[in-house]
């Protein structure tokens, strides 16, 4: 017997969050792909250069890798490099990379090695190593312990940090959730700009925040909406 509760129904979690008071309204904010940005994994000169830049991350990389401008480099170049640069910091394998990019096994394996030749000061963790079978687990554990944990240390300074800005200054907003890099606030409509400003200040200045090691500038994305899934960004609104 078919039961109502069968049925699969699509629902995005982001449409739960929004703001039903005209006089208010949602900002969203992200740090810059952290993960990415972590110190633990800017070995490369040109990748350091890369990460202290206000260009698009993932573009300028994708750029330097297929040797062309910025402004020429499409969006499946530049989403192909993204899937690069996480696989590398999470221990992702050829199969998986393939898996996610669309393609082979070998031209994963090739696209990988490339991309290390083209950065050659990056390096690649040490995922293959004698007695692999007992080691993989441990040094994978290790590895990513020390991207997320700086990760998550970062995020939380972000969202102390983004509070005592708006408690000094007094603003009507308030931070209802964190999810990842991500903060979301509820913002009285009247101050969203000087909001945004405060917020902004708080996510990009941490450079002298961790002292045991130099942090890149994190540039925050400000989004902004009467709900959580249908945002735009904060400079585009009217």
Same mark, same amino acid.
């Given at each position: 017997?078919?039961? $109502?509760?069968?049925?699969?129904?699509? =629902?995005?979690?982001?449409? /739960?969050?929004?703001?039903?008071?005209?006089?208010?309204?949602?900002?969203?904010?992200? #740090?810059?792909?952290?993960?990415?940005?972590?110190?633990?994994?800017?070995?490369?000169?040109?990748?350091?250069?890369?990460?202290?830049?206000?260009?698009?991350?993932?573009?300028?990389?994708? /750029?330097?890798?297929?040797?062309?401008?910025?402004?020429?480099?499409? +969006?499946?170049?530049?989403?192909?490099?993204?899937?690069?640069?996480?696989?590398?910091?999470?221990?992702?394998?050829?199969?998986?990379?393939?898996?996610?990019?669309?393609?082979?096994?070998?031209? @994963?394996?090739?696209?990988?090695?490339?991309?290390?030749?083209?950065?050659?000061?990056?390096?690649?963790? $040490?995922? &293959?190593?004698?007695? =692999?079978?007992?080691?993989?687990?441990?040094?994978?554990?290790?590895?990513? &312990?020390?991207?997320?944990?700086?990760?998550?240390?970062?995020?939380?300074? +972000?969202?102390? =940090?983004?509070?005592?800005?708006? &408690?000094?200054?007094?603003? $009507?907003?308030?931070?209802?959730?964190?999810?990842?890099?991500?903060?979301?606030?509820?913002?009285?409509?009247?101050?969203? @700009?000087? #909001?945004?400003? &405060?917020?902004?200040?708080?996510?990009?200045?941490?450079?002298?925040?961790?002292?045991?090691?130099?942090? $890149?500038?994190?540039? @925050?994305?400000?989004?902004?909406?009467?709900?959580?899934?249908?945002?735009?960004?904060?400079?585009?609104?009217?």
């Amino acid at each position: 017997m078919h039961h $109502p509760t069968d049925e699969v129904t699509n =629902r995005k979690a982001t449409d /739960a969050f929004l703001e039903p008071l005209l006089a208010k309204a949602l900002l969203a904010t992200g #740090t810059g792909r952290v993960a990415s940005r972590n110190p633990n994994v800017q070995q490369d000169p040109l990748l350091a250069r890369m990460l202290h830049s206000n260009e698009d991350l993932f573009r300028s990389i994708a /750029a330097a890798f297929f040797k062309r401008e910025v402004g020429a480099v499409s +969006a499946a170049e530049r989403e192909k490099t993204k899937q690069l640069c996480y696989a590398l910091c999470y221990g992702l394998g050829p199969e998986q990379l393939g898996g996610h990019l669309k393609i082979s096994t070998p031209e @994963a394996r090739r696209l990988k090695e490339d991309f290390l030749r083209c950065f050659g000061g990056m390096g690649a963790p $040490p995922w &293959s190593t004698p007695r =692999r079978e007992r080691r993989l687990v441990t040094r994978a554990a290790a590895i990513n &312990s020390t991207i997320q944990g700086s990760a998550a240390d970062i995020a939380k300074e +972000a969202m102390i =940090r983004c509070c005592e800005e708006l &408690s000094a200054h007094n603003l $009507p907003a308030r931070l209802i959730a964190q999810i990842h890099d991500e903060l979301l606030l509820e913002v009285r409509d009247e101050a969203l @700009a000087q #909001t945004v400003t &405060s917020v902004r200040r708080a996510m990009e200045e941490m450079q002298g925040v961790f002292a045991a090691f130099p942090l $890149p500038r994190l540039p @925050a994305e400000v989004r902004v909406g009467r709900d959580w899934a249908h945002m735009r960004p904060f400079d585009e609104q009217a």
